[in-house]
């Protein structure tokens, strides 16, 4: 296994890209997690109303 300077240079370099292309992600993900929760929470606060029931059944 070769340990030479240029070969650690080149992996550090892969790594630099990786990581700026996972930060450029994380707002997305961020987002859509923040969406998925609003969604959640908006479905459980709608109350159990029967739609079949109309005002001049009553």
Do not use: C, H
């Not at 859509?32 to 029967?50: C, E, F, H, Y």
């Amino acid at each position: 296994m070769s340990d030479s300077p240029e070969k650690r240079s080149e992996w550090r370099a892969i790594f630099y890209v990786q990581a700026r292309v996972a930060i450029l992600f994380v707002p997305v993900v961020a987002s859509l997690l923040l969406i998925a929760a609003l969604a959640g929470n908006d479905r459980k606060s709608v109350p159990d109303l029967d739609r079949t029931v109309t005002g001049s059944v009553r």
